[in-house]
Each structure stands twice: as structure tokens, then as C-alpha cells.
């Protein structure tokens, strides 16, 4: 197995992990500070493509567009947050699930009325083409972009809630809630930034993301699902425990849609060597998963000490 | 009261595909089957979720199971219903049993999440088992045989099995939450600590409860293998076991029909609007969306406070 | 309390079970067309509708001389979506004939329950191996070609033009399998490997990268719709396109995929059973009033579509609209009597066409719109591999 071979792979781990990472950071935050289940949160995800879609064609240029996507998600975001998810913190966990799950639904069903069932997004044509990192290996540039632009956000993710005033609110209301709002911070207006905030890391993922997968309707089930392995895995709460988390998942799926099959063909017929590889890596990361629940709930860098 | 409309609504079900053949309503006969069906599913889930609080992600893996093992026994050419139900019914429970040992040690959104986690890995089992169709699904040449001169590949005989099953099954249920079982699970549910205090082996009749949801789930996939001649993985994917959860709440967590009004409830609601826009989904959210915010008993709830007031 | 309510709740459901309920007419066909219409996918089944409806619309709104009325329904790419709403066809809507899907497995999930209640299936696009084979069914006719058709055509030409290696991909369900099978039948170079990919896919870095490390001469790839556009696009940004060349089957370079990569397509090359510069009588009016209608270019897809319409006319004009008479319809189809934009049409006993096969490539037209053109024929009066475990006479 060649050098390059394993670079390439591990470059597209880290793609998809960084973008996976924009989505649990959002989510745990949440789950950490509110104790909320949210399942619309995948629906941002969407809100922000179709948004960073529509943006570009109105623009012409993608980096506006992903800009102002990500302040119209935080909007929406900041308006659910106000109008129908403050309700449910109070609620039972049941309630949660089956709120924002109707969520899902109607956000579904909206984006399809406003923009139909899907949109395209291009890259920027700057970025169609690849750039040679190594002799023999000529990579997408775009992906290479995609890359930097997580790891950019990872830092002043890292930066924002280690240095600064609001990053250590953040932090106290996600280790103790009662204590922080018994020291005077204002939880509500906390809450619904955070959440805004949250919503905005969403629609960068689901802007840069859209060029590579398809806009469309119902993009948010299959990586919300993801996200929450990664939260469990990382902790909740813990922007670390994402990171470590989104990373470990992106490059299993990645190892499982590759490197398994590709062992697996030296014995089975190619179709069942093909369907059997990425099943069997998804089967690994909920074991992963289901182990952790089980003699770490509090995932592998817990919030909450 | 009660009993009248018990005896009307039995009536009617009963008269149903008769007169569904003059009127030119066959369609309807296969779509209550399924109602009735989902019923099941619904009503298993609220045995684990309304009388035994247990908030499962996962159930669509059960129905799933039961589904499969069907599917798999009819491709390896075991058509008999005698066998591939029951082997169905016991292998769900079985695996709900499993996956109960291990979660039911867990607590709260814990608990949540690892039965996802469960539901998800056999997700993906079916999916990479390409020999029984993996994503494509497993096409059924034929409905289970009963014997009996009975061919279930008619729609109206296949109406009566399934109401005969669906009959026994909740009959089953109202006995069991009027034992001494039943109340011990609603007195788990309310104050886990206190029974544990005074001597109950709460896990394991959390885990007896939990198994025997998965049972029942078990067979309603059975059925659900029959009435769409088809299996596929995504019977078991988690947006599944949400619409579960949605008809559990719609009709009302806890009460004894409120599978069986949950299941009426979202399947009419589903044909109804899809007649009118292809947006129905919309409006099915924002119902859902409503009683959890406004009504949290469900339909049986606002029924009873019907009757009261 | 209670009795008003179940009695309003019934009163309810009989008003709207009947005003829904349709009445069935016999002086008028009904067709069901379902077919995919939403998701990354959705522009095959439009440009299948598309053609289908232009050759209705040409007919002035009937078939076969009887006024048509299609009932029209979107699978959304999920079997379980289009079983229920070919039950609802038959069962609800009776439906006299059924057509439009596009994938194979949604259409092998659905067909039994059609053949069941003595239907007519008129494929306009999917035709798995085993309905060719051991499954044939005097019920299916198939106006496109077998599945394998287009994949044989494309190992014939990547023969002929002396690749020593090949590296193949296809989507992991029934017609990906007949794809990579039929390729190999006429390929006679090494197959460096054969990859499955998730159906429905988008997103192809691992497979890329996997193929890089291969070094094939050629990469055959047979993936339609949304999932073509992205894998195209992700080659050809991963620099890929400049060292292997790139093989496809005609429906993973027509127009629904021009529109959505356009000029990094060009110099592909594919292989097809009709060409839009094909030179015949019927194609030229079929070009000429597609434009027209609907502003685009045809696909094979839509060509496909149209043809679809054709023979059904034909058919139940041979009957004279008596469409309770199976076996008079059956023969009326067999007979293929009408003219095909792709010139010549036949059927082979399993129900599946006999037909050229031509060799294309992205180019562009003397108006510089990117097009697929004919370059040359690679097989004449084709079958399919299947035809003698068919029983059928």
C-alpha cells in the first residue's frame, strides 16, 4: 500500500471529519449548556445550503454566500431558538425528541415549498481543479480549502471559549448551569446566542460541504446522526471531545469505504465485499459508541470534570 | 359508554372490507391492514415508552428483526406463517432482550442514545447483507402460508388475520397492565428508587418489559414483511423509530389504545393530505409539533377530558 | 359525547373516501407514470416525462386514439415510496397500463405487485437482467434496452481500441451488477478491479484516491444521474482526467449531467442506442419539437420516454382501444408497429428490444451547444445475453 495512497485517504478523513466537527460543535454545545436534544439541528445544516445556494447564484461569488449563509442560518437558528425551543428546556427528554423531530419535518417540507426539492451549488471555479501537493499525487483543491477552513474554525473555536469573556460563560454554563446563573449571567440571552452560533458553524458546513455532496432536501438526517456519535464519543459539551470525535468517525468512514472492501475482495464476490466494507465500519463506530455509553457515559473529555 | 363504542369500533372492523368490495374501496381494505399493522408497532412501544417510561430510540430495529427473519425464511423457502412468526416474535425479543441487559443499565439521555446506537448497528447489518438484498431490499414471492384453505395474498383475508392478531395482542396488553405486573412497571415508572427501596428488582422487570415490547414489535414486522411483500434495511433506520414515537404521543403515551389512535391518527392524516398537496408532511409536523407543546396526553387525553367535561 | 364524536369521525371518513375514490371509465386509457421526479436524481425522470408528454401532446392528448389521462407519481428514489404508490395505482386509481421508473431496484421492489393484478409494465428506462432471463413476464415490455446493452457496447469499444487495463465502477444494485457484467463480457483486456459504490452516493474521495494507487488505462464508470455529475466533477478536480481515460455509458454523459458539468465533459467518450443527430424521419420531428416545448437539448432519456408513448399508441391502436383483451394487447405490443426515433425497432422473444449501438462523443454542435454526436456503430441488431433462459416463446 503506497505512501500517497495513505496520505490521499488521510486527507479525506480529515475533510470529512472537520465538516463533521462544524455540526457536533454546534450540537454539543447545546446538548452541554440547555441539557436539549436537538434533532433540527441537521436541519440548519440543510437551511445553511440552500441558503449559501441561493446566496451564490444572487452574488455570483461563493465566499459571500457562505458568509451571508451563515449569518441567515443564524437568524433562523436564533429565531427557532425564541419562538418554539425555549419551551422545551423545561420539558422532558421525550418532549425534546418529538418536538424537534416535527421540526424535521416541517423544515423539510418548507425548504421544498421555498426552493423545491433541490439546488445546485458549484465551488468556485478557482478551486475545479487540483493542486499538486506531492509528485503523483495531484489533490482537489477545493477539499484542500474545505480542510483549512475547519482547521481555521477549530482554532478560534479554541481561541473564542479558552480567551475570552464569553468563551468562559459558555464554559461555566455548560459545567453548572444553576451556579452560572446564580453569578448573574443573563442564561436566556446566553442560550439563544449560543445557539445562533451554533447555527452558523451548520451553514458553513452545509455551504462548503453542497459542492461535493447535493443540495437537497432531507441532507440533515444521515449526518445528524453522525453528529451525535461524535458527541457521545467526545463528550457532551466538550469542543475538544468534538474535534477527537469528528476525527475518529471521519476517518473510519473513510477506512470503511476503502481500505475494507478493497481486503474483503481478496474472498468475496465484489458486490458483497463492496455492500459489507461500509457496513461493517458504521457497525464499528456504534459499537465504538454503544461502549462508551456504556463505561464512559461522560465521553472521553467530559465538560462536566 | 366504554363498552358501546368498544362493540361499534369492533363492528365496524369487522364489516369493513364487506362492504369496501361494492363500494369500489379495495385500496382502503390493504391501507387499514397497514394501519392496523403499524398499530401493533405502536402500541408494542408504548408498552416500553408509556407504561414502562422507557424512552427507546430504537425500536424500528425490532420491527425490523421480525421483518427479516420473515423475509430470510421465506427466501431460504420456509413460507409457513406457523413458523416464520413465531421465530420472529422470539427472535425480536431475543435481540430486544440483548440490547435491554446492556442500555437498561444506563440512565436518562444515556439510555436515549445507546438504544440509537443499537437500532443503528443492525441497521447496518441488514445493509450489508447483500445476500438477503442488503440495500435493495428483499422482494417476498409470496405472503406467509396459514393452511386452512386460507390464501393471505387476498387482501380481505389478510384484513381479518391481522385484526385477529392486533385483537389478541392488545387484550394481551390490557391484561398484563391490570396484573400485578403492569402495576409494578407503572410504580417503577413514577418512582424507581422508592420500589427499588422496598425490594423490587426493578432492572429486571424493566428488562422483561423491554423484551417483551420487542416481541410484540417482532410480529408486527412479521406482518408488515407480509403486507408489502417486501423487507428492506430501512424498516430499521432511526427516522423510523421516530414516526413510532409520533404515533405513540399523537394517540397518548401510557393509555391503552393510544398505539392503535396514533397509528389511525398519523396514517389518515398522511393519505388525507398527500389527496390534497405533496406537502403533507408539513402539516403532519405541525400537528405533532402542537400536542406536544399544548396537548402532552395525546389524543386518548384529550378524549378522556371529553368525556369527563 | 363520545358516540357524536366516532360518528362524526366516521361520517367524515365515508365523505372523503368517496369523493376520492375515482370511477372507472372505459372509454378513456389510464396510465400510471411513476418515476423519480425528486433528489439528485430527479432530471432522468423529468426528461422520461418530458418525452412521454410530448408525444401525447403531439397525439393531441390521446393514445391509441383514446383520450389519455396519466396519473403521475413521484418514487422520491425510495422503493417503499414507489411500491405504495403503485398499489395506490392499480388498486385505487386502476390504472390500465403502468410506466416511467427509472431505477432497478425501485422497479423490481414494484413490478411483482403490477404483474399480480395483470397489468401491462412499459419500461422506459430499466431492464434488469433477470426479467430478460429466467424472470420474463409476458407483462413486460421494455422500449428502452437491457440493461447490460449499453456496458457490452462500451467493453466492445475499450477492446477495439487496445486498452490493456481497465478499473470499473458501478453503483452496488441490480443494474450496477448487469453494468460491470456486460462490460466484461466484451472486454478483453485485465480487470485491475471492480468497485460497488453506495447507491446514491455523492461524495467519491476514498474511490478516487483508491483508483489513483491502481493507475488504470482506462476507468470504466457507470454512474447516472446526480451521482455521474459529482463523481465527473470530483475526477476531473482530483486531476485524474488528464492520465486515465474515461469510459461511460451513454446515460453518464448526456445532457442532465452537460447541464450540470458542461466543458470538462468534452472528448468523452460513451455508447448508446440513439444519438440526437441520428438521421431518420421521426428522430428529426422529435429534436425539432422537444427544443421547441421545452427549450433544451433531448436526452436519451427523453428520447426514451417519447418512444415509450409510441409504442403504447401503437398497441392499443392495433386493438382499437379494447384494452380487456390481454393476449390481443400482448401481441399488439410485440408487433413493435410503430416508427422509433431510433430507427429500426424490434422486439426479441424475451420482450426486450433487438437494436444498434453506437459509439458517441461529447462534442460540440455547430451551434457550440455540448452534445453527445455519433461517431460510429459498435454493434448491429443486438440482443441481450439473457434471452435463452427465458421460456417464453
Redesign the interface.
Known amino acids: ?2 505512501g ?2 495513505l496520505l ?2 488521510a486527507l ?1 478523513g480529515l ?2 471529519g472537520l465538516m463533521l466537527f462544524l455540526l457536533a460543535a454546534g450540537l454539543t454545545l447545546v446538548f452541554g449548556i440547555m441539557d436539549m ?1 436537538n ?1 433540527a439541528h441537521g436541519s440548519l445544516y440543510m437551511v445553511g445550503a440552500f441558503l449559501a445556494a441561493t446566496f451564490a447564484e444572487l452574488t455570483g461569488s461563493f465566499w459571500l454566500a457562505v458568509v451571508l449563509a451563515m449569518a441567515g442560518t443564524a437568524v433562523v437558528g436564533m429565531a427557532l431558538e425564541i419562538s ?1 425551543l425555549r ?1 422545551l428546556y423545561a420539558r422532558d ?3 425534546q ?3 424537534t ?6 423544515a ?3 425548504v ?2 421555498i426552493w423545491g ?2 439546488v ?1 451549488l458549484s ?1 468556485p471555479p478557482a478551486l ?3 493542486v ?1 501537493i506531492l509528485p503523483g ?7 484542500l480549502v474545505i480542510i483549512a477552513v475547519g482547521l481555521a474554525v477549530a482554532v478560534a473555536l479554541y481561541v473564542l471559549v479558552t480567551r475570552t469573556k464569553t468563551g468562559m460563560l459558555v464554559r461555566a454554563g455548560a459545567s453548572n448551569r444553576e451556579m452560572a446563573t446564580a453569578m448573574g449571567v443573563d442564561i436566556k440571552l446566553l442560550f439563544t446566542l449560543v445557539f445562533g452560533f451554533g447555527a452558523a458553524l451548520c451553514a458553513i458546513a452545509g455551504a462548503m460541504l453542497g ?4 443540495v ?2 432531507g441532507m440533515g ?1 444521515s449526518i445528524l ?1 453522525l453528529a ?2 461524535v458527541i ?1 464519543i467526545g463528550g ?1 459539551g466538550s469542543i475538544r471531545g468534538a474535534l477527537v470525535g469528528a476525527l475518529v468517525v471521519g476517518m473510519a468512514d ?1 477506512i470503511g ?2 481500505f475494507i ?2 481486503l474483503l ?1 481478496e474472498f468475496l464476490p ?3 465485499a ?3 466494507g ?3 465500519a ?2 464499528l463506530i ?2 465504538l ?2 461502549a462508551i ?2 463505561w464512559k ?1 461522560q465521553g472521553l473529555f467530559p465538560a462536566r470534570g | 359508554m366504554r363498552r358501546w363504542t368498544l362493540l361499534a369500533v369492533l363492528a365496524l372492523a369487522v364489516a369493513f372490507p364487506l362492504v369496501a368490495r361494492p363500494l369500489g374501496w379495495e385500496f382502503y381494505v390493504g391501507f387499514a391492514s397497514r394501519i392496523m399493522i403499524y398499530a401493533l408497532a405502536a402500541s408494542s412501544l408504548n408498552l416500553i415508552l408509556g407504561y414502562g417510561g422507557m424512552l427507546s430510540f430504537g425500536h424500528a430495529a425490532f420491527v425490523g428483526a421480525g421483518a427479516y427473519v420473515v423475509g430470510i425464511l421465506m427466501a431460504e423457502g420456509v413460507a409457513s406463517a406457523w413458523v416464520s412468526w413465531p421465530l420472529a416474535v422470539a427472535a425480536a425479543g431475543a435481540l430486544a432482550a440483548a440490547v435491554g441487559a446492556v442500555s437498561l443499565r444506563t440512565r436518562g439521555v444515556y439510555f436515549i442514545m445507546i438504544t440509537l446506537a443499537f437500532a443503528q448497528m443492525i441497521y447496518y447489518i441488514a445493509v450489508g447483507m447483500k445476500a438477503y438484498g442488503g440495500e435493495e431490499g428483499l422482494n417476498l414471492p409470496a405472503r406467509s402460508s396459514v393452511g386452512f384453505g386460507l390464501d393471505l395474498k387476498d387482501d380481505a383475508t389478510f384484513y381479518y388475520v391481522v385484526l385477529g392478531v392486533l385483537i389478541a395482542a392488545l387484550y394481551a396488553m390490557h391484561r398484563l397492565a391490570r396484573a400485578r405486573f403492569g402495576r409494578v412497571i407503572e410504580a417503577i415508572r413514577e418512582n424507581e428508587t422508592r420500589m427499588e427501596a422496598i425490594g423490587f428488582a426493578t432492572h429486571r422487570y424493566k428488562l422483561v418489559c423491554f423484551a417483551l415490547g420487542g416481541a410484540v414489535a417482532g410480529l408486527s414486522g412479521a406482518l408488515l414483511a407480509n403486507q408489502n411483500s417486501y423487507v428492506n434495511p430501512n424498516l430499521l433506520y432511526w427516522t423510523q423509530s421516530g414516526s413510532l414515537m409520533i404515533m405513540v404521543i399523537l394517540g397518548g403515551v401510557g393509555a391503552l389504545y393510544g398505539g392503535l389512535l396514533g397509528a389511525i391518527a398519523l396514517l389518515v392524516l398522511e393519505e388525507v393530505f398527500s389527496v390534497y398537496t405533496i406537502h403533507w408532511q408539513l402539516g403532519v409536523g405541525a400537528i405533532l409539533l402542537a400536542i406536544v407543546l399544548y396537548a402532552p396526553q395525546g389524543l386518548a387525553g384529550l378524549l378522556a377530558r371529553r368525556r369527563d367535561g | 359525547m363520545t358516540r357524536r364524536l366516532v360518528v362524526h369521525f366516521v361520517g367524515f371518513f365515508a365523505l372523503w373516501a368517496a369523493t376520492a375514490a375515482p370511477l372507472h371509465a372505459a372509454d378513456r386509457i389510464k396510465i400510471g407514470f411513476l418515476s423519480t421526479l425528486s433528489g439528485p436524481n430527479a432530471a432522468i425522470g423529468a426528461d422520461i416525462r418530458d418525452g412521454f408528454n410530448l408525444a401525447l401532446k403531439l397525439a393531441g392528448g390521446k393514445v391509441g386514439g383514446l383520450p389519455a389521462e396519466v396519473v403521475i407519481g413521484d418514487d422520491q428514489f425510495n422503493p417503499d415510496t414507489g411500491k405504495q404508490l403503485a398499489d395506490r395505482m392499480l388498486k385505487r386509481d386502476r390504472v390500465d397500463l403502468l410506466t416511467g421508473m427509472v431505477f432497478s431496484n425501485i422497479m423490481l421492489a414494484v413490478v411483482p405487485a403490477v404483474f399480480e393484478q395483470k397489468v401491462f409494465y412499459v419500461s422506459p428506462n430499466a431492464a434488469p437482467s433477470p426479467l430478460a432471463g429466467k424472470q420474463c413476464n409476458p407483462l413486460f415490455f421494455v422500449a428502452s434496452w437491457p440493461n447490460d446493452a449499453y456496458h457490452e457496447a462500451a467493453g466492445q469499444y475499450a477492446t477495439t481500441k487496445g486498452f490493456k487495463n481497465a478499473y470499473l465502477i458501478a453503483p452496488n444494485y441490480q443494474a450496477g451488477k448487469d453494468s460491470l457484467a456486460g462490460f466484461k463480457r466484451f472486454y478483453q483486456g485485465k480487470v485491475v478491479d471492480e468497485v460497488y459504490t453506495k447507491l446514491g452516493q455523492l461524495d467519491y474521495a476514498a474511490e478516487i484516491a483508491q483508483i489513483r494507487a491502481a493507475k488504470p488505462e482506462a476507468l470504466y464508470a457507470f454512474l447516472p444521474g446526480g451521482m455521474g455529475i459529482n463523481f465527473i466533477k470530483q475526477f476531473v478536480a482530483a486531476g485524474m482526467s488528464k492520465d486515465i481515460q474515461l469510459i461511460v455509458p451513454g446515460f453518464g454523459s448526456d445532457q442532465d449531467i452537460i447541464r450540470a458539468v458542461g466543458e470538462p465533459m468534452l472528448g468523452l467518450f460513451d455508447t448508446a442506442h440513439w444519438s440526437y443527430d441520428l438521421d431518420n424521419d421521426a428522430n428529426r420531428r422529435f429534436v425539432a419539437e422537444f427544443e421547441k416545448e421545452y427549450k433544451r437539448i433531448p436526452s436519451v432519456f427523453a428520447a426514451q420516454g417519447y418512444d415509450t408513448a409510441l409504442l403504447i399508441d401503437s398497441a392499443v391502436r392495433k386493438v382499437k382501444g379494447n384494452l380487456d383483451n390481454k393476449d390481443a394487447l400482448r401481441a399488439a405490443f410485440r408487433s413493435a408497429d410503430f416508427k422509433s426515433v431510433r430507427g429500426a425497432f424490434k422486439f426479441n422473444r424475451n420482450q426486450y428490444p433487438i437494436q444498434d449501438y453506437y459509439l458517441r462523443v461529447v462534442a460540440k454542435d455547430a451551434q457550440g451547444r455540448i452534445v453527445n454526436k455519433k461517431l460510429g456503430t459498435v454493434f448491429t441488431n443486438h440482443g441481450d445475453a439473457y434471452v435463452q433462459d427465458c421460456a417464453m416463446k
Open positions: 500500500m503506497s500517497i495512497l490521499e485517504q479525506n475533510q470529512f436534544i434533532l418554539v419551551r427528554h421525550l418532549a425528541v418529538l418536538a423531530f416535527a421540526i424535521i419535518l416541517i423539510n417540507e418548507g421544498r415549498l426539492p433541490q445546485p465551488a475545479a481543479g487540483p499538486q499525487l495531484d489533490y482537489s483543491s477545493y477539499r459542492p461535493i455532496l447535493a437537497q432536501v438526517e446522526i451525535f456519535v457521545v457532551i473513510t469505504r476503502a472492501p478493497a475482495r465484489p458486490q458483497f463492496s455492500a459489507l461500509p457496513a461493517l458504521s457497525i456504534y459499537v459508541m454503544a455509553l456504556f457515559p
